[in-house]
Each structure stands twice: as structure tokens, then as C-alpha cells.
């Protein structure tokens, strides 16, 4: 009879040891993530308050490091007052305008080239040699040769970042593609499906991985494209603001522009890892994903 009552009893027992379990794993990824938000707000904190306080004794001096309470008053002064150029606002637009439109040309172009590429080596072999003397080209050097052939206008900013955000995507998409299992690709073969439905339902499934990791450093390309574009020659644009700072001796206004651009890629940071973590949401954490990175 006592046997026959700890055979009922153990799935609650096990049941409540794995409820222990649970909760006592939850309680300690809250401690580790309030301890790495501390530690990045004490960080913030050593950095901004010792650069502040560097400037303010004279350590640093800032007329060319500027410090972050000017950073502070630049920003509110253009967001009461605007820029040189216009609203503040419109510039940050413009500037967003161009690296998004970059952003989604390269990201187009190189996930087609490279899973075309990836698919046909016949192709890949043709077409390789000149793919690697094009990278070879500091692309940001094209900047100028856009703006001489296409003028002042978001155009040349548009392509200048499509070309940086091209071959970001399309190496990672080549390489996506080769490392798919052959077997998958053979075995749908054996079942009829063409070669479309093979990319479609094998390849860049299985490449996805690759291209998603790809897109994280692709909009900081995008962002640099654009702002290089506007730097070289525009009529707006944060990338203009930063030259006009830069010409004025007004590190101040560099920093604030540089804060602006870091809360956009941020942003952007942030919905990227939105949309991997739902695109890809079968795939189990890697150690770096675990580690908060």
C-alpha cells in the first residue's frame, strides 16, 4: 500500500522539482540582467561624467573634444532653433530617407546575386574575378564619381550606400548558400521540385541564417554611405551639419550629430534583432546570442 502511494506521489514530486527548477532559473536570469543593465549604466556614467569633469578641470581641452553638457545645449538649440539648413527634424529625414533606400537596394541586389551565384557555380566562376576587383576599389572613393555624375540630390547618397550595403550582403549570402546541405538540395531534386522551388524552399531557408547576421552590420553601412554622400556634396542632411560643425570648429555640434546617428542605428539595431529572432525563432540560442551581444 506504501509503495502503491509513492507511485502516485512521484509525477508531483517531479512536477514541483521542475517548477523549482524553472523559477529558480527565471530569478537568476532577472539578477544577470538587472546586473548587466547596472554595469552598462555605471559604465555611461565613468564615461560622460569623466570626459564632463576632464574638460571642466582643463585636463581635456574642449575646444576640440568639446564635452558633453555643450552636446547637450547643441541638441536643444537645433531641435529650438534648427540647423543652418533647416529643422533639425527635416535633416535627421533626409538622412534616414537616403540610408534606408541604400539599405534595401543592397540588401535586394546582394541576396539575389549571391544566392544566383551560390546556385550556379558556372556563373560564380565567370563573374568571381570581377566581383573581387570591384571590392578591392575603396567604394567609399565612388562618392565623389556619384556626386560629379549625379549631382547634390539623394541619388548619389541612395546608391553610394547600396554599393557599401551590396557586398556586405552578398558575400554572406555566397557563402550562406554553399554551406547548405547538398542532401536537402538533392533530395528535392528526387522529389521533382525545379530550381526555383529549390531556392525557394531549401536554399534560402537554410541560407537565412547568414543573410539575417549580415543585415547587422549592413544598415551601419547604409548610415555611412549616406552621411559620406552628404559630406562629399548635398544641400541637407546630417552628414552636411557634421561638415558645417566640422568647418566652424564646433565639436559640440560633430558629437550631437554623432548622438542622433547612434540612436538611429540603435534603433535600427533593434528591429533587426526583432525580426531575426522571428524569422529564425527554430533555431536555439548561440553562446553570443545567450551572452546578450
Excluded at 184 to 213: D, E, F, K
Aim: aromatic share 10%; proline share 3%.
Amino acid at each position: 500500500m506504501s509503495a502503491l502511494t509513492i507511485s502516485r506521489d512521484t509525477p508531483s514530486l517531479a512536477a514541483s522539482d521542475e517548477d523549482t527548477i524553472a523559477a529558480r532559473a527565471r530569478k537568476r536570469r532577472r539578477r544577470r540582467t538587472v546586473a548587466v543593465w547596472a554595469a552598462r549604466a555605471a559604465l555611461f556614467v565613468v564615461i560622460v561624467g569623466g570626459w564632463q569633469l576632464f574638460t571642466d578641470l582643463k585636463i581635456v581641452d574642449k575646444f576640440f573634444f568639446g564635452q558633453p553638457s555643450g552636446i547637450v545645449s547643441q541638441l536643444r538649440d537645433w531641435i529650438d532653433h534648427g540647423t543652418q539648413y533647416g529643422s533639425i527634424w527635416l535633416q535627421v529625414w533626409i538622412t534616414m530617407k537616403e540610408a534606408l533606400l541604400g539599405f534595401i537596394y543592397g540588401v535586394t541586389a546582394g541576396i539575389v546575386m549571391g544566392v544566383t551565384l551560390g546556385m550556379v557555380p558556372f556563373l560564380a566562376r565567370v563573374v568571381g574575378p570581377y566581383i573581387k576587383v570591384l571590392n578591392a576599389i575603396p567604394r567609399i572613393v565612388l562618392g565623389s564619381i556619384f556626386v560629379v555624375a549625379l549631382g547634390l540630390g539623394t541619388t548619389s547618397k541612395v546608391l553610394l550606400a547600396a554599393v557599401l550595403v551590396f557586398f556586405v550582403v552578398f558575400f554572406n549570402a555566397f557563402q550562406g548558400v554553399r554551406e547548405v546541405d547538398r542532401n536537402l538540395i538533392n533530395n528535392a531534386r528526387v522529389l521533382g521540385a525545379s530550381r526555383l522551388q529549390i531556392a525557394r524552399h531549401v536554399v534560402l531557408p537554410s541560407a537565412l541564417t547568414w543573410i539575417i547576421a549580415s543585415l547587422h552590420v549592413a544598415f551601419g553601412f547604409a548610415i555611412i554611405g549616406a552621411i559620406v554622400g552628404e559630406f562629399l556634396g548635398a544641400q541637407k542632411g546630417l552628414g552636411l551639419v557634421i561638415a558645417n560643425s566640422q568647418n566652424n570648429f564646433n565639436p559640440n555640434g560633430v558629437f550631437a550629430a554623432m548622438v542622433i546617428i547612434a540612436v538611429i542605428a540603435l534603433t535600427a539595431e533593434g528591429l533587426i534583432g526583432a525580426l531575426e529572432r522571428r524569422l529564425l525563432a527554430w533555431r536555439p540560442p548561440s553562446t553570443i546570442e545567450a551572452g546578450g551581444i
